[in-house]
């Protein structure tokens, strides 16, 4: 189970997708370094006799025993944010595939269908919308929507699908698929430090804080950057450095609040021109439903003020939401009682399993980070840990099956 100090799945993947650049690893959806990744969880899969499908959405699964209705599914994602950790998404899927690998060993026969699940786009780091395989398979997203997403080179993600060989008018809500899930567990590195401070490998999610992305756009003047005194100008990338502080303050006024400016996008882009427009994608975060909708107006109404003093102005283009989310409740004591106590924690963070719970029975494991950082090459969860969160997944599993 282990090579090299980590789990040997995460090793045989561990030279995959690496970003010289940035550090990490870059793994996005149809890309190079996915598709390599796409074919290790196949090989992977099949040394466990499990049989591999794709669905019409381009997520992953494989089967133990004949697939259909009321499965137990586990599994996470594969793909990265740019520069990405080791563990966020392929911790869970490595784990599933050593739970399955020891009740196999052991003799174990499931009593109901068994899959892996690898949802593809989760972190919409190539198409910009989060846990877009989960949101297709639901409906939580128009198909005609997604068909135009475009990624940062002009693929629409229709394109993209053609290349990969899924079909892109069959992407879209699937009730059949969905339909197979009696329940979903998704094991996760934890993405903070609660776990830290409580001292214990493992714990089990209470819940997701409401979040989501919009696309900030500053328009201003273009105009040469040579020819054009100080005074006469109208700069959107000074507006939009403005707007990032702005951002900044707002959310540091409201307690529990959390919001970030991660990207930009300066047009046309180049050294010597004073830009037209700059697009700047915000990540906001709270508690509840309203207070994430009011952290977001108060961003917006300081925004729009920042980017004045520029003589620009601003637009606020909602991309993707997600309210929050509160997993199964006979799931999670259930859970408690099989691994004895564990503590219940509630994430910042958004997953597929908080995509599924609207639908069906969802809940998640998580695993300590010692770092408490992730999105980023420092994250980390020592073997140890990882070797619990394979245990307490055995457990659930018998438990289930």
Do not use: K
């Not at 297709?136 to 394109?159: Q, Y």
């Amino acid at each position: 189970m282990l090579a090299h100090g980590m789990l040997a799945g995460l090793d045989e993947i561990a030279g995959t997708g690496r970003d010289a650049r940035r550090g990490g690893y870059s793994r996005h959806l149809w890309q190079g370094a996915d598709l390599e990744l796409r074919a290790w969880f196949t090989e992977r899969a099949e040394r466990l006799g499990l049989m591999v499908a794709t669905d019409r959405n381009g997520n992953l699964w494989a089967w133990w025993g004949e697939p259909g209705p009321g499965a137990v599914v586990t599994g996470s994602h594969l793909d990265s944010v740019p520069g990405g950790g080791a563990y966020d998404g392929p911790l869970g899927v490595v784990s599933a595939f050593e739970a399955i690998g020891r009740l196999q060993a052991s003799g174990f026969v499931p009593s109901r269908p068994v899959a892996v699940l690898v949802f593809a786009e989760e972190e919409g780091s190539r198409f910009g919308i989060a846990c877009l395989g989960s949101r297709l398979m639901t409906g939580g997203i128009d198909a005609d929507r997604a068909r135009a997403l475009v990624d940062p080179d002009g693929v629409t993600l229709a394109e993209a699908a053609v290349r990969a060989g899924v079909d892109p008018e069959r992407l879209g809500a699937d009730r059949e698929a969905l339909g197979r899930i009696g329940l979903f567990i998704e094991l996760h590195v934890e993405q903070g430090r609660g776990l830290i401070d409580l001292g214990r490998p493992v714990a089990v999610a209470s819940s997701i804080l409401a979040h989501g992305r919009w696309r900030l756009t500053v328009t201003g003047q273009g105009n040469h950057a040579g020819a054009t005194l100080m005074p006469g100008r109208r700069d959107p990338m000074v507006a939009a450095a403005r707007a990032v502080v702005a951002v900044h303050e707002a959310s540091s006024a409201i307690p529990g609040a959390r919001a970030t400016v991660g990207r930009l996008e300066v047009v046309p882009g180049g050294t010597n021109v004073i830009a037209s427009t700059v697009h700047a994608w915000l990540d906001a975060r709270c508690e509840t439903d309203a207070g994430t909708r009011a952290l977001v107006a108060a961003i917006t109404a300081r925004v729009e003020e920042a980017v004045g003093l520029n003589g620009c102005s601003v637009s606020v283009t909602e991309e993707s939401w997600t309210g929050t989310v509160t997993f199964d409740h006979g799931l999670r004591e259930c859970f408690g009682r099989e691994l004895g106590g564990v503590p219940f924690l509630p994430t910042g963070a958004g997953h597929d399993a908080g995509v599924l719970a609207a639908s069906v029975p969802s809940a998640m494991l998580f695993v300590r980070n010692p770092t408490g950082i992730s999105h980023s090459p420092e994250e980390f969860a020592e073997a140890d840990d990882c070797v619990a969160g394979i245990d307490a997944l055995e457990t659930l599993l018998r438990s289930l099956l």
